[in-house]
């Protein structure tokens, strides 16, 4: 008996060992991950630290994280059974971000100058509510049940889904929340904000300060093959540098976004893997080392943080916008952009009037043409920065959508050919969105 204790105390030490070799590495990305997350959920949406860790942090292994919120001091803080706690601050302008032991939170910083424009047009260009207009030839009951059957129902939490929107021909057709949020609740929308970082480089082409066929402005790659890399490769996603993208396991994506303070030089310092233009991989690296490239076309910091809201965010009145930055001040350009349905919304009516705001020409058409080329080696999947429905992905929907696609199903589908922007907020990529568009688009009368 006492032998086959021993054995039994012998392994389940043995496993307490190896779980412990297995996790502990993770500890630091866990508590990061969840301090982050409950600081901007907190702090740019007023959700109580129960709401988020039910729902944002209930994922496997981040619901291990302990957490707690200093209102006053305006930051978070998690760990794992005691060990690696990491903090996150919220700054005003900034939003929150997640910081090492180094990080002088006493540092004067900069922050974003906004000019929210305050109207008495309706939804999308201003800020009162939207015209009611019917449609003749659109089926409201059909439409109206479809929505509803994106949300979980009878105590479900499979979809998850937050929020809904559609609008045809700029005027809203559709809208329903979650219980808890509404039509002022700010959601993260994760690598949507990879679509607006993009669009940076669309209005600065137009204005005649970039050519996005020249090699990337970085000094670092001019004395290897690396210089032949340009924008253009960057933004389609192919220009061969090394990349691991998993939110599996621990990679080059997870430690950038928990563990890095410049968030845009972990891409840089890559090497190449393949010739440019040839091989298409995924990475959110690419999109912050886009934001660093931003960052060097502006004589001083401010200008930079200025122009994000400025050219496009405020000028298409996305007033609850924050997008989040690094610990050097640079725009997590990946992730880390935060509004409202509506104002998600608006993004997408942005692309669906081509570039065309309320009579204003933000970035020239062709932009369009750009980002809706498939890049080379993705199927038909990907263009400039938003996904592609070239290839077929959503066979019940036209082949000329394009989306903005984050992290848990979030959404824009921009759908010219039907007049078509539709935005889904969730925290679960287990939806058919396939049957989803299906049946929004069967509402319209043939």
């Known amino acids: ?21 297995v996790t502990y590495p993770k500890l630091d990305l866990i508590s990061g991950f969840s301090a ?15 709401v988020i860790e039910k729902s944002d942090n209930n994922i496997e292994m981040i619901t291990l994280a302990k957490n707690k919120i200093d209102a006053s001091g305006k930051f978070a803080t998690a760990s794992v059974y005691g060990l690696k706690e990491r903090k ?6 900034l939003g929150a971000t997640l910081i090492n032991d180094d990080f002088d939170v006493s540092k004067p910083y900069n922050i974003p ?105 970085i000094i670092e790659w001019q004395k290897d093959d690396r210089k032949n890399i340009t924008i253009n490769d960057l933004l389609h996603m192919n220009s061969g540098l090394e990349w691991e993208e998993s939110y599996e396991k621990i990679c080059d994506a997870t430690k950038m976004l928990f563990q890095e303070e410049d968030m845009g030089k972990v891409q840089l310092d890559k090497p190449l893997k393949f010739k440019p233009n040839y091989h298409w991989n995924y990475s959110s690296g690419t999109t912050n080392l886009l934001s660093k490239i931003l ?52 993004f997408g009516l942005l692309y669906l009037n081509k570039g065309n705001w309320n009579g204003e020409q933000l970035f020239d058409e062709s932009w369009i043409t750009f980002i809706t080329t498939p890049t080379n080696n993705s199927d038909g999947q990907y263009g400039g920065h938003f996904w592609l429905n070239a290839g077929g992905k959503y066979p019940d929907a036209p082949k000329d959508l394009y989306s903005c696609n984050g992290f848990q199903g979030q959404r824009i589908f921009i759908i010219p050919s039907l007049d078509l922007v539709i935005v889904r ?14 049946e929004i688009i069967g509402s319209f009368e043939k």
Do not use: C
Not at 88 to 93: F, K, P
Not at 134 to 143: A, G, H, M, P, V
Not at 154 to 170: M, P
Not at 425 to 438: C, T
């Open 1 to 21: 008996m006492k032998k086959i204790v021993k054995v039994i105390g012998l392994i389940v030490f043995g496993f307490i060992i190896y779980y412990g070799f």
């Open 88 to 93: 996150a601050i919220y700054r005003e302008g």
């Open 113 to 217: 100058k906004r000019n929210k424009i305050v109207n008495n047009l309706p939804f999308p260009y201003g800020n009162l509510e939207p015209k009611d207009t019917i449609f003749s030839t659109i089926d409201y009951e059909r439409l109206k049940k479809t929505v509803a059957n994106a949300f979980d129902k009878n105590g479900q939490n499979v979809k998850k889904t937050r929020s809904v929107l559609v609008l045809y021909k700029n005027k809203i057709i559709a809208e329903k929340y979650l219980k808890g949020f509404d039509k002022n609740s700010k959601i993260l929308g994760w690598s949507m904000t990879k679509s607006l970082t993009a669009t940076y480089f669309g209005i600065l082409q137009k204005q005649g300060k970039i050519d996005i066929y020249k090699p990337a402005p």
């Open 425 to 438: 907020m969730g925290l679960s990529e287990d939806f058919d969105f396939n049957g989803f568009l299906k």
């Open 295 to 346: 960052r060097s076309q502006f004589k001083n910091h401010q200008e930079y943080l200025d122009f994000w809201y400025v050219s496009l965010i405020d000028k298409i009145g996305m007033n609850s916008m924050i997008v989040e930055s690094d610990m050097t001040g640079n725009f997590v350009g990946s992730s880390y952009g935060w509004a409202t349905t509506r104002d998600w919304a608006k």
């Open 36 to 50: 982050k997350s409950v600081a901007s959920a907190h702090f740019n949406d007023n959700r109580t630290l129960e």
